[in-house]
């Protein structure tokens, strides 16, 4: 039986374990499962559930957060997104592994802001995450460019053991931001887009096809050398 609170310093996001607590249960041979985070005085995340290591998949959790900071979800989407912000409100049912966690439910996002780095754009957002045990899902996605232009996103990105992530996603927008790259970030083509329109984006997050119906819109600049 173990009972640990201490503080915790996560992607230079402070949080306090308020209660951490694994105890062996003989009758069913299983180890119990509550742990519990607060931070600055408010109940974020609450774990409960139990771990069998007789069965092959041995988590059976459900977390239930309660504006819970984005940023913990960061490592999990490193490739696709970066400075990930905001705060999740939802359930979800977490089996598996611990190398490989299968997660479930849905979340209600609210003041989400995070960089897609592979157009380098800064987007604020509001919505609902769902996951399943190979799918990130975005429902009633409403998003903000910096300059506040809008835009929605609706679709899904696939993954394995959030590795070999497939993006499957439709957004349509006004004059907002699709593109802030130099050459450093791709050679191919890079500079500066905004449009009206609709977009797909479809394929693996290191060979991606962009595909848009769409005007381009004032202070757009986009450069790809012929050399």
Known sequence: HTQKRCDLLVNNL????????????????????????????????????????????????????????LKMMEPMLRG????????????????????????????????????????????????????????IRFKNFEMSDVLNNKGTLEGYISHRGFNNFMLNLEGTFSNLQLLNTTAKDNSLFYGQGYATGNMNIVGPSDNLKISATARTEKNTRIYIPID
């Open 14 to 69: 402070f949080i306090r374990t308020l209660n951490r607590n694994t105890e062996w249960s003989p009758d069913s041979r299983q180890f119990d499962i509550d742990f519990t985070i607060n931070r600055l005085n408010v109940k974020t995340v609450d774990l409960k559930g139990y771990y069998d290591p007789t069965d092959n998949e041995p988590l059976h959790v459900k977390a239930d957060l309660t504006s819970a900071n």
């Open 80 to 135: 696709l997104f970066s400075n990930v912000g905001g705060t999740a409100t939802g359930s979800f049912a977490i089996t598996g592994s611990f190398g490989n966690p299968k997660i479930e439910g849905e979340s209600q996002i609210r003041q989400g802001k995070l960089i897609i780095d592979y157009l380098n754009t800064v987007y604020s957002f509001n919505g609902v995450l769902g996951m399943t045990p190979n799918q």
